[in-house]
């Protein structure tokens, strides 16, 4: 009785709403921690990043635009999705990874803990975050977050889904819009997870991910002009200072890398950090 | 069908405003009517939108809306051919049943005129009559950037050419920059040029281009200000701008419409034109109509429908009554 | 037959499985009450709809008891994420069930179908999405770190928005670590004994919420119970004022959300088309049983005259009919009692010398029903001035300057709601400023949101509802 043949999947890079081939043409092996090859992932050129910025810049407008409430509930469903393929993710990170099952299955279920927690922030956070300003004088003073605009991160290298999610979900919440460079040696539960947005009523452009090099693509994120604010939770392996003196150039918002398992734990602090704070006086009279 | 004495319009004007009809003037009175508040417009028009328009009463508002509509065709590639086909379509509109009822008119560029008249022979005369009339766009439709001489032009080969109706379009660029007195007389005299040798005097219907006009406040005092020069009727967009007819604006200018009958007893009419596809928005237009001015103002003379692809739409919604099942593209004619 | 008429479009009521006889929903299931049990009908024809148990003490003592069960070994040791997630569940299962909630709702209660499948069945599934989310961050609420549930919480909801009232308590309470024992209003427990069914399909521990069905003795033993921790009431000031004196010298904390006799202040440079829209919606919006219903119109004697006369032209286009027909804007008046009360201060004002005018429509034989009514020439001495009508009844009061609207506006022993109508930024934020209100609404009206805290100043009661100021009323420490 012979075996099945299975029909392995193909792991393109995932903007605009759109899976894509790099325009390069470029691919580089993915091999489990055995060295047996797993896939061909995408190597995403400057130019899909270039595109990636291009589509989500062309995103916020609409995900800002959207409802708090709206968008916490497209960012369950995200959740809920994500729920319905959690023996793909296990098996997709113990083969990437060397996990255990049960070690992938705790990261996963984490990973979709993680992003209901940021998804119940959508319609509450301002009102944590912003408030009235009492001024001295006859005007209603009031202070709102809104969102920073295009954020990029380079997201942890060493886990292949709990660090993605953990980076992405919190710039969703306000409204921005991501461009992500997944793990470069685990990118494969990225992609999948970039399955699980295009089927959530996630907006095409609001998450585009990059496959490939955080070396060679990171530089490009950090001086694009449409790039409002970098995450750089993964880039710790990276001459990621060079970065930050390149995102200073447009005064791009920037976060340091972190190291450890601690790495992008959950906080309002994630999500504040890709806000500005807009405050608005209106006089009153009564006369 | 025009208001009776062209004579007494601009006395009528000048008493409503309480002097000449000069840029102060009408900015005292235009900028003094209530405000609008677009988010309380647009739930209100959301309102009207849920209204269950079902069975007979579903039956009757699609033959309504057909009665209403001006088959419209603005393409600089119209031909002789292309306008006659129009107006076969506008005469008989469901080639699987005759008693579907007639549009109101055809409406085509100026210089199609002739065109539409000789293809209608018999059956060009008064929609209230059931017949089909001929409504002409003019003034550089749809930009409205030309001289006024150009314009009156424009629309004196119209009326000679036969056209019944004209829709003009307003000069959107004095508007905006508070030109209100250029606006006023632009209207005042085009009203002027439709009127024929005889005596009578072609329809005028005046395009906002509410699009353009970006506010709901301007879309009001462009209303007034329209009527208040002579419109017979007011009318939403050329259909070449985006956005075009809405519900909450169509309501708006319903509303204008009203308080006009309300001060004066005249009755104006209203045309949203453009961007109107589908059955179930036209019937929510209707219910606007309705709910607002009342129902004597569902008739060809005081509310029309500017739209092309929307008859098909209907025709099929129709179909499906009748058969009691969805019919398809095939089983409607191309216009 | 005329347009305006519109063909009957009557929603379905194939989508309701109801049962002929329901139990009380104590520890997870029905189970039949000691009491006496009383049939729930609807206002719209008095048909019957079903036999419902009545809760005797001895009842509300079990449900208390499953509550405390619940709290003690369930639901305070559970972690905020898993609390968060049986909210999410069950906000998603009103979602599926919105249409079979919504026909319960029309039937039980009589308001227009179009209410509660386009206002109530929507804000009852935000309400449980919002609080979801607070569950698991608490820490975040502003009451310290770590805040502290209270236990368990006696809930007591009127009968006006059934199944959104009981959304207010039981979202925020469940939320803040509380187990919960509810009752539901006399008139309507249909839509509360459905969602019970919803509790189920969430699989939420038994216990945690519990329903207790009956009249104003199941709810006095609910308040009374020695082993409830917290209280909270939406209904009438004069019960409100009872439970206030029951709770005295005990532990409990109390919540009280109480009547309203609202101010609708309509400016000169009001725009105008919107704010008779908003003063339709502020009145005759859920029949006018709203407690922040809009019931005084404060308009600008110079547009007095302008204004009566587009209300009464909009008034016209009012369909007063069948809940269930999607084309009905004016339902049912909610139980005959409720109708007689309406009458009564109707006749009163016309006896204290008001002018009365009412919308001309067709009134059923069965049922209970009351046509829009707009009583001018009112005067603030008035009782139809100072009484909650709690029926589609508007009186008309005038102002001439903004202080006057203001001073009128705060005549009253209730603070409830405002509304503001004015083109100018600068007056409708200072007029807000002075309103002795807990929720004002500006060119606007009736709008609720479960991020948006909601309740009232004076004898309209104490406590918010909605928002982070939502939680307080269910977290120990937080002053209530």
Redo the contacts between chains.
């Keep these: 009785m012979s075996k099945r043949l299975s029909v392995p999947k193909t792991y393109k890079l995932f903007v605009g709403g759109a899976f894509l081939r790099s325009e390069s043409g470029r691919t580089y092996e993915v091999v489990s921690r055995k060295g047996e090859f797993l896939a061909n992932a995408a190597l995403a050129s400057r130019k899909d990043a270039r595109d990636a910025v291009k589509a989500a810049a062309g995103a916020v407008k609409g995900w800002s635009g959207a409802t708090a409430y709206n968008r916490g509930q497209v960012l369950y469903r995200v959740a809920e999705v994500l729920e319905g393929r959690r023996a793909q993710f296990i098996d997709e990170i113990s083969r990437q990874t060397g996990a255990s099952a049960t070690a992938a299955a705790a990261e996963v279920d984490e990973a979709i803990d993680r992003w209901v927690w940021y998804a119940g922030w959508c319609d509450k956070f301002a009102q944590v975050s912003g408030g009235a300003n009492p001024v001295a004088g006859p005007y209603f003073d009031i202070s709102v977050p809104e969102p920073t605009g295009v954020v990029a991160v380079v997201a942890p290298q060493d886990t292949a889904l709990l660090g993605i999610v953990s980076a992405i979900a919190p710039a969703l919440v306000a409204g921005n819009t991501v461009v992500v460079i997944a793990s470069q040696p685990h990118p494969l539960s990225a992609i999948s997870l970039a399955e699980v947005l295009a089927t959530s009523d996630l907006p095409a452009g609001v998450v585009n991910v990059l496959t490939g090099s955080p070396a060679e693509l990171a530089p490009w994120l950090a001086s694009h002009p449409d790039v409002h604010a970098l995450d750089l939770v993964g880039a710790g392996d990276l001459d990621w200072i060079d970065l930050q003196i390149a995102a200073a150039e447009t005064l791009t918002r920037v976060l340091p890398p972190e190291q450890g398992p601690d790495a992008a734990a959950p906080s309002l602090q994630r999500i504040t950090a890709f806000t500005e704070i807009k405050t608005v006086w209106h006089t009153k009279s009564l006369v | 069908m025009s208001r009776t004495d062209l004579q007494t319009l601009p006395e009528r004007a000048m008493e409503l405003l309480g002097g000449v009809p000069d840029d102060t003037t009408l900015r005292r009175y235009l900028h003094g009517l ?4 677009a ?3 647009e ?2 028009a959301a309102g009207l939108g ?9 039956a ?2 699609l033959d ?1 809306i057909i009665e209403l509509i001006d088959l419209t065709t603005l393409e600089g590639a119209d031909t002789p051919g292309k306008v006659r086909s129009l107006v076969a379509k506008a005469l008989n509109p469901d080639a699987s049943d005759p008693t579907c009822p007639r549009v109101a008119a055809v409406c085509v560029y100026g210089d199609m005129v002739p065109y539409a008249v000789e293809a209608l022979g018999a059956a060009h005369g008064d929609p209230d009559d059931k017949l089909v009339s001929v409504a002409a766009v003019a003034t550089a439709f749809p930009s409205g950037r030309a001289s006024l001489d150009v314009k009156l032009a424009d629309t004196a080969d119209a009326v000679a050419n036969g056209a019944d109706e004209i829709d003009m379009v307003i000069d959107r660029g004095a508007f905006l920059s508070g030109r209100y007195g250029v606006v006023f007389d632009q209207i005042a005299r085009v009203k002027q040029a439709c009127r024929r040798a005889d005596g009578s005097y072609a329809s005028l219907k005046v395009i906002l281009e509410t699009g353009e006009l970006n506010t709901y406040d301007n879309v009001k005092r462009a209303s007034w200000l329209a009527i208040l020069a002579g419109g017979d009727f007011i009318k939403t967009s050329t259909g070449k701008v985006s956005p075009a007819a809405t519900l909450p604006v169509t309501l708006l200018m319903l ?1 204008v419409v009203r308080d006009w009958h309300r001060t004066t007893g005249e009755r104006i009419g209203v045309k949203p034109a453009g961007g109107i596809r589908a059955s179930k928005d036209a019937i929510k237009y ?1 219910v606007a109509v ?2 607002t001015v009342g ?1 004597e103002w ?1 008739q060809p003379h005081l509310f029309r429908f500017g739209a092309s692809s929307l008859l098909n739409d209907v025709l099929l919604q129709r179909q499906k009554l009748t058969t009691g099942h969805y019919t398809g593209a095939d089983y409607v004619t191309i216009d | 037959m005329s347009f305006l008429e519109y063909a009957p479009a009557p929603e379905s009521r194939s989508v309701l499985h109801l049962r002929d006889e329901y139990g009380l929903f104590i520890d997870g299931e029905f189970r039949p009450g000691s009491g006496e049990s009383f049939a729930t009908i609807s206002p719209a024809d008095e048909s019957h709809i079903a036999t419902v148990a009545a809760a005797s003490d001895a009842d509300v003592d079990a449900a208390v008891a499953a509550a405390r069960r619940a709290y003690d070994r369930t639901w305070s040791r559970m972690s905020g994420r898993d609390r968060g997630k049986y909210l999410f569940r069950i906000a998603r299962l009103v979602q599926e069930r919105a249409r079979e909630l919504a026909v319960a709702e029309s039937l039980d209660n009589g308001k227009p179908i179009k209410e509660s499948r386009d206002v109530d069945v929507p804000l009852v599934a935000a309400w449980f999405f919002y609080y979801a989310g607070w569950a698991d961050k608490l820490d975040h609420a502003g009451y310290g770190a770590n805040p502290r549930a209270l236990g368990v919480a006696g809930q007591v909801i009127p009968w006006n928005f059934p199944l959104l009232m009981l959304a207010w308590k039981v979202a925020p309470a469940l939320a803040a670590g509380n187990t919960v024992v509810i009752k539901p209003a006399e008139t309507t427990p249909l839509s509360a004994l459905v969602f019970a069914e919803i509790l189920q399909q969430a699989d939420l521990p038994p216990g945690v919420v519990n329903i207790v069905t009956g009249a104003g003795a199941t709810g006095a033993a609910i308040v009374r119970h020695p082993d409830v921790d917290k209280v909270a009431f939406t209904g009438s000031t004069g019960v409100g004022r009872e439970i206030a004196k029951a709770v005295a010298g005990t532990p409990k904390k109390l919540t009280l959300e109480l009547g309203g006799k609202a101010a609708n202040i309509v400016f000169e440079d009001a725009p105008i088309d919107q704010a008779i829209e908003g003063i339709v919606n502020g009145i005759f919006f859920n029949q006018g049983h709203v407690c922040c219903a809009g019931s005084r119109l404060l308009v600008q004697e110079s547009i007095h005259d302008d204004v009566v006369d587009r209300l009464k032209t909009r008034l016209s286009t009012l369909r007063l009919g069948d809940p269930l027909d999607k084309n009905t804007d004016i339902g049912a008046i909610n139980s005959a009692e409720q109708l007689q009360r309406i009458r009564e201060l109707s006749r009163i004002g016309e006896d204290e010398g008001a002018e009365r005018w009412s919308a001309d429509c067709a009134i059923p034989d069965k049922g209970f029903w009351f046509p829009p009514t707009i009583f001018t020439n009112v005067q603030a001495s008035h009782r139809i001035a100072r009484d909650e009508i709690f029926g589609p009844v508007l009186s008309v009061l005038t102002f001439r300057t903004p202080a006057e609207a203001i001073e009128k506006a705060n005549n009253t022993p209730y603070g409830l709601s405002a509304g503001i109508w004015s083109d100018k930024g600068s007056r409708i934020l200072a007029v807000a400023d002075r309103l002795r209100a807990g929720v004002i609404w500006a060119n606007t009206f009736n709008r609720f949101d479960p991020s948006s805290p909601f309740g009232g100043y004076k004898e309209s009661g104490y406590g918010r509802e909605g928002g982070r100021h939502g939680l307080l009323a269910y977290l120990k420490g937080a002053a209530a």
């Design positions: 209530p405000g609008v508040d988010v309380g417009l739930q209100r849920t209204r269950s328009i079902k069975t007979a009463s579903k009757w508002a309504k509303e209707l309705a709910e129902e569902l």
